[in-house]
């Protein structure tokens, strides 16, 4: 069935980087955009990126934009998510989730949370 | 402030049907699909529905969606208490720049 794990999330301090990781299984990886999504605690969703199957689309929110880079290596069937500059407000589980390029995700992963506190 | 608005909650009794309403502007709803999601406290969202009106396998028919200009509805009929739970809708807006948009959510209580 298809999975998406989600890995890399923990505690940093502001003005810090991280970087999250989101593996794919169960289904054809390469053909697919992959999206990363965020919940702050008590929040609604709040979409942060998306890179489409084949690299050649990448859109960000502007809220991340010039801060967030989103990547991926379809032979390792990854998504990755580099997060610099981090702010309190970052503070959120961060969910990968698969879909097709210009609508919203399909199937989600479980996500993985990222706390930046001082 | 979301860029979709959906009411905060709605509530109605079990066996009965409800609705969930979701606004948007030309450029995101009147122009694309709206996918619906259901969230459970501590869990990842689950796609309800697609393309408007499409469910997925293994979600039942009680679950429906349409679209009319630039708003969109959910409706679950035969209300459960396990269908107690936090409803997102979404759609793409490729203005000004390409991006996914999400209602703020919708807190469904069954009585």
């Known amino acids: 069935q298809v999975q998406l794990v989600e890995s890399g999330g923990g505690v940093v301090r502001p003005g810090r980087s991280l970087r999250l990781s989101c593996v794919g299984s169960?289904?054809?990886?390469?053909?697919?955009?992959v999206h990363w999504v965020r919940q702050a605690p008590g929040k609604g969703l709040e979409w942060v990126a998306v890179?489409?199957?084949?690299?050649?689309?990448?859109d960000y929110a502007d809220s991340v934009k010039g801060r967030f880079s989103i990547s991926r290596d379809n032979s390792k069937n990854t998504l990755y998510l580099q997060m610099n500059s981090l702010r309190a407000d970052d503070t959120a589980m961060y969910f990968c989730?698969?879909?097709?390029?210009?609508?919203?995700?399909?199937?989600w992963g479980q996500g993985t949370l990222v706390t930046v506190s001082s | 402030q979301s860029v979709l608005t959906q009411p905060p909650s709605v509530s109605a009794a079990a066996g009965q049907k409800v609705t969930i309403s979701c606004s948007g502007s030309?450029?995101?709803?009147?122009?694309?699909?709206v996918f619906w999601y259901q969230q459970f406290p501590g869990t990842a969202p689950k796609l309800l529905i697609h393309?408007?009106?499409k469910r997925p396998s293994g979600i039942p028919d009680r679950f429906s969606g349409s679209k009319s200009g630039t708003s969109a509805t959910l409706g679950i009929t035969g209300l459960q208490t396990g269908d107690e739970a936090d409803y997102y809708c979404?759609?793409?807006?490729?203005?000004?720049?390409?991006?996914?948009?999400f209602g703020g959510g919708t807190k469904l209580t069954v009585l």
């Open positions: 393309d408007n009106n």
């Open positions: 030309s450029s995101n709803i009147g122009s694309n699909f």
């Open positions: 169960g289904f054809n990886f390469r053909s697919y955009a």
């Open positions: 890179i489409s199957y084949d690299e050649t689309n990448k």
């Open positions: 979404g759609t793409w807006d490729p203005n000004p720049s390409a991006h996914v948009v």
């Open positions: 989730a698969r879909g097709i390029y210009g609508d919203p995700p399909l199937s």
